[in-house]
Structures are given as C-alpha cells and as structure tokens.
C-alpha cells in the first residue's frame, strides 16, 4: 500500500476533520484533543524528521508523546520549524538537567495521538525500546534519491561522528538499521563498509558504517534546501569542529 493510502487508512482511526491536496486534518475521536495536520506526501523533511527520530527519538508506550533528545539545541530548532510545518502542532524543547560526565542535552516534545501512531503505524518506527532492531521505513527505501539523501542526512545529524581525519562513521545496536543504510548510501553512488564491536558497558554487539567525509558535499546537493539543508549544514559544521 501507498504511503498515501496508508494515511488514509490511519484516519479512519480518527475524526476527519478535512483534506487538501497535500495534507489532511484529525483529531482524536474521544477525549480533548487538537485538530493536527498529517502529510499526504513524503517531502525531504519529513524524511530526515523520521530519520533523526529513529536515531535519537522515543516513542512513548504509555502515552501518546514523541520526544528527541540531542545535545545539540540548533538541530533541535530546525526540527521543530520541521514539526510545526508538517503537523502544524506545538512542540515544546526543554533543557534536561545535566548529568555528571554528559554533555547538556535538550528535549523536543510533540504531544500528539495522531503524529504518534504517524510514526508506529505508518512508518513502523516501534513504540518503547527501540535500539536492537530499528529498521529503515519501507517507504523510505521505496522512495527517490532526494528523500534517501533527506534520511541519510537526519541520521547522521542524528548518530553520524567522524572517525579519523577522512570518515564519517554511524554507529548503532541494529545491525538491519547500517544494512538498510548501506542500501540507500549504494543508490546514492557512495561506497560505505560495516564493521562490529563487543560493546563492554552494555556487553552486546555493536555495528558502525562509515564512508568517506568528501561524500558529504554531494548529500548536501542532494537536500541544500529548507530546514533539511540547515540541519545538514549544521552537521558538517560539527564534524568540521571535531578535528
């Protein structure tokens, strides 16, 4: 089934409240709730939205709330400008008290059933624990060069680092998510290799991908526009820091 079709579907769940061309309005069919817009078509942003998700969000089982957590508060802006045009919802971002040894994190809440079943129904990113066997979506994999490299650019503004002076690397507890990568980063004309690790402190296997750093001006070419580009350019810029 379509993309588009599937949201379809996912409205029937919810009260219909309208549609255009490229997008529809719900609200939850009980209980107080706000009418929240869900696209009709996948754009760069909501690609690299799903992407940075999948890295660094959480689906809660308990309630309906997605949150990201990042250390970094810039991307966190850029996606939520991003959630804001997508779903026209509030987004909070909250400083999270620091913790002995880590950077200051920030997060970014969305509270919303609709954009939250979006995600699980939809997109298949799992409610919960979700770091031993997250996948890229389907109708990421389906779709064009554009949108991969939008999803290529929220994971790595997600979980990308450099590794030497000449690497980008992405490391991750599932090894189907760097499979699915190396898929998409194939398409793209750019080489990357796997490698794994015994990781000590959670004593389970590890997996990173990594590719060449000079590959990163094409993905900019790629996505250079809106807040995709931004968040890319914000990337590039921190990898530029770490030398």
């Not at 993309?3 to 579907?9: G, I, M, P």
């Not at 250390?71 to 850029?78: A, D, G, M, R, V």
């Not at 980063?185 to 990357?192: A, M, R, T, W």
Request: glycine residues 4%; hydrophobic residues 35%.
């Amino acid at each position: 089934m379509s993309y588009k079709n599937e949201v379809f579907c996912l409205s029937n769940r919810m009260r219909l409240i309208s549609i255009n061309t490229n997008s529809i309005r719900v609200q939850a069919k009980y209980g107080p709730s706000k009418v929240v817009q869900l696209p009709l078509f996948i754009s760069n942003d909501l690609s690299c939205l799903m992407a940075f998700i999948i890295g660094d969000g959480h689906l809660s089982k308990h309630k309906f709330k997605t949150s990201i957590e990042s250390s970094n508060k810039e991307i966190l802006i850029s996606l939520s400008k991003i959630v804001k045009s997508l779903f026209n919802t509030k987004i909070l971002i909250k400083k999270i008290k620091k913790r002995a040894g880590k950077k200051q994190t920030y997060h970014l809440t969305i509270y919303s059933k609709a954009v939250q079943e979006l995600l699980n129904l939809v997109f298949g990113i799992p409610k919960g624990k979700k770091s031993d066997f997250v996948r890229i979506p389907k109708h990421i994999l389906l779709a064009n060069k554009e949108i991969k490299s939008a999803f290529i650019s929220g994971l790595l503004a997600a979980e990308g680092s450099r590794k030497g002076k000449r690497r980008i690397r992405l490391c991750s507890a599932s090894k189907h998510l760097l499979l699915d990568t190396q898929s998409i980063l194939k398409d793209l004309k750019i080489k990357s290799s796997i490698e794994s690790w015994i990781n000590k402190k959670y004593k389970k296997e590890y997996y990173s991908l990594s590719f060449r750093r000079n590959h990163l001006t094409s993905l900019m070419r790629g996505c250079r526009s809106g807040q995709t580009g931004q968040i890319l350019s914000i990337f590039k810029k921190v990898i530029e820091d770490q030398a």
